[in-house]
């Protein structure tokens, strides 16, 4: 069974908190493990675990400095959990940082009930800050109506945001308002100010994360290539025909991507879907088929999986400004 150290103390740059002892009755009290996970239900139960002291109910800011022992070999939080990785001691690879990412910093975004372990080493970060807030803490927020946009909260642990020294100074100043607010008396304005503190955190993230796209470009058009010879290949073999058409989910696993990365990454690269960049496929396709002789329209409309010659006719009369019974006079 792996061990991990665990850091507590609940304080960043500008302020201080008091660490806690962890006793027996107190770790089995939250501890509910099944299968070697440690399911941690609340906040609350967080900072039991991990020897910090509960702020606020609904939100809690830990550093993890490696001073405590989690036996399970993963962790599940049941609501939103940011980590910031410091110091990783094998370069994050177990994060997906490669060479040409920045290293000063790692984070990793979770989503309620998502099952983590850093490495099988280590169930947490040996150095690092835990940001996790429940759902009910966005309630009658602006983030509660937008959290889902934050597509980065369902990527893969080795899709991680590898962050810049400048990046990683924007992020810890967050951290610490945070941190700072977590310390004031909690009042009728505490959620509004956290949530909002968080969403700020949370845009910021989102574009280090398109910068991190630019920085992967070579390496993202590769990862395109490959999709477009894949969907070519789908194409051509006659799959469409039978109203089977490529899912992003499916395109993702022959990526070795998570599919909301991989929709991301499509979108950035592109500006396109995946089903509008099928659809540029597919009108590229029936072009080079309809120049073939004694192809019809319906046999094209028949292999690219149009409902009928009529759909097919209508679209790429569109989109071409010819019917496709004239395309072949027309190129010549």
Request: glycine share 6%; with cysteine.
């Amino acid at each position: 069974m792996n061990k991990t150290n665990i850091g507590r103390q609940i304080s960043n740059a500008g302020y201080h908190g008091r660490i806690c002892l962890l006793t027996f009755a107190v770790e089995n009290q939250c501890r509910m493990k099944h299968n070697d996970v440690l399911d941690i239900k609340t906040v609350c139960e967080c900072n039991r675990c991990l020897g910090c002291e509960t702020l606020h109910p609904q939100a809690t800011l830990i550093r993890l400095n490696g001073k405590e022992t989690v036996v399970e070999e993963s962790v599940k939080f049941e609501f939103y959990a940011i980590l910031l990785i410091e110091n990783c001691v094998d370069n994050c690879r177990c994060c997906g940082r490669r060479y040409y990412d920045f290293a000063h910093a790692t984070m990793v975004f979770l989503t309620p009930g998502e099952i983590f372990c850093m490495n099988r080493d280590n169930t947490l970060p040996d150095c690092g800050l835990l940001l996790a807030f429940h759902p009910d803490l966005l309630w009658r927020t602006t983030l509660n109506r937008h959290i889902n946009d934050y597509t980065f909260f369902r990527y893969r642990k080795e899709e991680a945001l590898h962050l810049s020294q400048r990046e990683t100074e924007r992020v810890l100043r967050y951290f610490n308002d945070i941190g700072e607010e977590l310390h004031h008396a909690i009042d009728s304005h505490s959620s509004i100010l956290i949530s909002r503190l968080i969403e700020l955190l949370l845009d910021y993230c989102t574009r280090f994360y398109e910068r991190q796209f630019i920085t992967r470009e070579d390496k993202n058009k590769e990862l395109l290539s490959r999709l477009e010879r894949r969907l070519d290949d789908y194409i051509a073999s006659g799959r469409l025909a039978g109203g089977h058409f490529p899912t992003a989910a499916e395109c993702a696993a022959t990526l070795d991507l998570s599919e909301a990365y991989f929709c991301d990454l499509l979108r950035f690269e592109t500006g396109r879907t995946l089903t509008e960049l099928l659809h540029v496929k597919r009108l590229e396709a029936a072009k080079r088929m309809l120049l073939a002789p004694g192809t019809t329209p319906a046999q094209v409309a028949r292999h690219l999986g149009f409902a009928n010659v009529m759909q097919f006719s209508f679209i790429f009369k569109k989109l071409t400004g010819v019917a496709p019974a004239g395309y072949r006079f027309a190129r010549n």
